[in-house]
């Protein structure tokens, strides 16, 4: 053992410095980088790791060069004070040479993060201060460990740079790798190999601790609970969900947000029934969403909550997320995944609330959405069902004046996905705010709402209640999109008839034909087969049967029952009901064949072409859908069937 142990002692003393400076400015500068988006940034992230890349002795020279007394950077300091060749050169060069490490691994570990985790704490009220500290940072603390280990491990290293700058003076600027070097060049190999040996037992002990604290901490936050109460899932909730007691909630959105590849311009009001946004992948449902809460800044327009102006483009107002009062559930819930279930759901209550008052919030929360068990478990320790009910609870816990469902259901199965929906309903029956729901399910747009807003192409094309959507769409898109199958090109034959161009037959309607019509339609599960011969087996709407051309011709001079019967299509069957002397035959009854069909778990999709045989399968007009126990009736008739297109189902729909 050498008889000077004043390297030791200064290594540690610098390499500890040099690691506190590098923590906080790795750690602001990979913030920083995080969100800046300018065009000077990879000149600055080249600056920011040339010292990794570059030779320590250059980075020790281009130090000298700026430090020293001539240098622009030795000038500004006093006359009586300098840095070159003292204990302070250590340090400057030491903090240089780590600083890459401590700033690329912080910047990996912060891109790492779900960006919904920080949009969702914004929504819940938190700071830009507040979320770094308490999801950023914890999140990051992994890799910023791992970083400030290696950056550590570097600064006690380093030779180069800090023999060009500081240079090797016992007991002043001797580090241990200079002293490994001196003994090695005057031949003192026992003093070497000692100081080699104590560098890698400093610098493995400190990777090796950090590792180990990895694993308990991963081991603590990932331990499965292997026992517990199970909850059952009712359809019911608390009455009070924490939501506002409001009577008059409304919101207003009219806003345009300019993207390079895509163009949203809607507007829109809702307020307390539940409003559902229906529209394809990619028609803008989840940008509103997010432009409403204030992730996202629309281009121009205005959004108004409960008469409270939440973005203005032309007065300047931007209000920021956390003041918005909105409630947020992400499509993948944005859990906090280093906090417990009772942790997430208190983090939106407001700040200096005293923690008899959390403790109490949290419980009724909990007790609202049935998880009152599982409090203290983290999220990967929860079902996806039980995940959704633990972002639903911190959603509402904040109190919020409107609440953002974003596909909430599209992580679950078909089981679970029917529970939770239930439970949702429940909850937002009893929501006094705006509620939006967001779904591209038409079955499950129509049971959770009450109104929807379709969207195509980031524009509104229609927006009313669910039931006149789906039962008299106006328009072919909103048809399309809300599950119709069968269109057919058409063309007005007078005030009562349309003719189908390509199903290539004259259909009767009752409903006011409009002056831009443009195709006929009918959903599949409308179209009715008919038993054969005489149809008394098969039930028929009312007014299709009883005195339909008696009651219906009092506004359609054209229909009757002995004029214009032959351009009808009834023709197409035959008129042996009424010669027979049974019920008259309503109109828009087809004879028809199967070209093929398609099978899912419940129901059976029939391929049918009307009037004449298909060629081949493609060769078909109309889709029809049938559960399988009609489908054992009926595959067995000989064909052709007969199919009855009721003129209360058809759709006029314009462009």
Known sequence: MPSD????????????????????????????????????????????????????????????????????????????????????????????VAFPLMYKTALGAFEQIDANLLRAARTLGASEVEIFWRITFPLALPGILAGTTLAFARALGEFGATLMLAGNIPGQTQTIPMAIYFAVEGGAFQDALFWSLVIIGISLSGIIGANFWQGRRRSAIERPFTSGPRTRLKPSLAKDSGSPARNDASLTVDIRKQLADFDLEVAFAADQQTLGLLGASGAGKSLILRCIAGIETPTTGRIVLNGRVLFDARQGINIPSRDRRIGFLFQNYALFPHLTVAQNIAFGLPKGLPKASIKQEVAAQLVAVQLEELGQRYPHQLSGGQQQRVA???????????????????????????????????????????????????????????????????????????????????????????????????????????????????????????????????????????????????????????????????????????????????????????????????????????????????????????????????????????????WVLLKDRPSPWRVHLDPMRLLLLEE
């Open 5 to 96: 142990l004043s390297p030791l002692w200064i290594s540690l003393k610098t390499a500890s410095l040099a690691t506190l400076i590098t923590f906080g400015l790795g750690l602001a500068a990979a913030y920083w980088m995080l969100g800046y988006r300018g065009k000077g940034r990879s000149p600055i992230e080249g600056l920011f790791i040339s010292s990794l890349i570059l030779p320590p002795t250059v980075v020790g020279f281009v130090l000298l060069l700026l430090l020293g007394k001539n240098g622009p950077l030795g000038q500004l300091l006093p006359a009586d004070w300098a840095i070159v060749f003292t204990w302070y050169a250590a340090v400057v060069t030491a903090t240089v």
């Open 392 to 630: 639903l609870a911190r959603a509402l816990a904040s109190r919020p004046e409107a609440l953002l469902l974003d596909e909430p259901f599209s992580a679950l199965d078909t089981h679970l996905r029917d529970r939770m929906e239930k439970l949702t309903i429940a909850n937002l029956a009893s929501y006094q705010g705006v509620s939006l729901f967001v779904t591209h399910n038409l079955e499950e747009a129509y049971r959770v709402c009450e109104e929807l807003l379709v969207l195509e192409g980031g524009r509104a094309i229609a927006q009313e209640p669910k039931h006149r959507i789906f039962e008299h769409p106006q328009t072919v898109s909103v048809a399309q999109l809300t599950g119709c199958k069968n269109f057919s090109r058409a063309r007005v034959r007078d005030a009562c008839r349309v003719e189908a161009v390509d199903w290539g037959c004259t259909l009767e309607v009752i409903e006011a034909i409009p002056e831009r019509l443009v195709q006929v339609g009918i959903r599949a599960h409308q179209i009715v087969f008919l038993e054969a011969p005489g149809y008394g087996q098969q039930s028929l709407p009312t007014s299709a049967i009883q005195g339909f051309y008696c009651e219906e011709a009092r506004h359609c001079p054209s229909r009757s029952s002995d004029a214009g019967e032959a351009e009808t299509g009834r023709t197409e069957v035959g008129d042996r009901a009424d010669l027979e002397g049974r019920k008259p035959l309503p109109p828009n009854i087809f004879d028809c064949w199967l070209a093929g069909t398609s099978e899912t778990p419940h129901r059976m999709t029939l391929f049918l072409k009307i009037l004449s045989e298909p060629n081949h399968p493609s060769d078909y007009h109309l889709q029809a859908e049938v559960f399988k126990e009609k």
